[in-house]
């Protein structure tokens, strides 16, 4: 009898700690444009200012993976794994990284010489 009670006690902490837990997000896909919202720094010569638009086109690249490729410039293409309540990746070659909320509304890219906050909306 006290061999099924010390096993009925992992077994049922168990199950409890399976339910607790989160569930994956499925991989976002589709064309957005990431709008500037708040930026610092400069890419090359010019400030980087509100409003100014990227197109990202973005696809699953396997379980909890988002690959992102910039549709406008060719550059910025990174695999974004879900970490939390965010799809995180890099360094890109420029050396930048980028998380994009997990509800892909909001995106964030940190790099050597700025920052940029965006909003997301999806097009495609």
Same mark, same amino acid.
């Given at each position: 009898?006290?061999?099924?009670?010390?096993?009925? !006690?992992?077994?049922? #902490?168990?199950?409890?700690?399976? @339910?607790? #837990?989160?569930? +994956?997000?499925?991989? @976002?896909?589709?064309?957005?444009?990431?709008?500037?919202?708040? &930026? +610092?720094?400069?890419?090359?010569?010019?400030?980087? &200012?509100?409003?100014?638009? !990227?197109?990202?086109? @973005? &696809?699953? *690249?396997?379980?909890? *993976?988002?690959? @992102?490729? +910039?549709? &406008?410039?060719?550059?910025?293409?990174?695999?974004?794994?879900?970490?939390? $309540?965010?799809?995180?990746?890099?360094?890109?070659?420029?050396? #930048? $990284?980028?998380?994009?909320? !997990?509800?892909?509304?909001?995106?964030?890219?940190? *790099?050597?010489?700025?920052?940029? $906050?965006?909003?997301?909306?999806?097009?495609?």
């Amino acid at each position: 009898m006290n061999t099924i009670r010390t096993l009925a !006690v992992p077994v049922a #902490c168990g199950a409890a700690l399976w @339910l607790a #837990c989160p569930a +994956s997000a499925a991989p @976002l896909s589709g064309t957005y444009t990431a709008t500037v919202i708040d &930026s +610092s720094g400069t890419v090359g010569p010019a400030p980087i &200012s509100p409003g100014g638009q !990227v197109a990202w086109q @973005l &696809s699953a *690249c396997g379980p909890d *993976c988002t690959h @992102l490729q +910039s549709a &406008s410039t060719g550059r910025a293409q990174m695999d974004l794994r879900l970490q939390g $309540n965010s799809w995180a990746g890099g360094p890109d070659e420029l050396g #930048c $990284n980028k998380t994009i909320n !997990v509800d892909a509304t909001t995106a964030t890219e940190i *790099c050597p010489m700025w920052t940029i $906050n965006y909003t997301l909306a999806k097009t495609g």
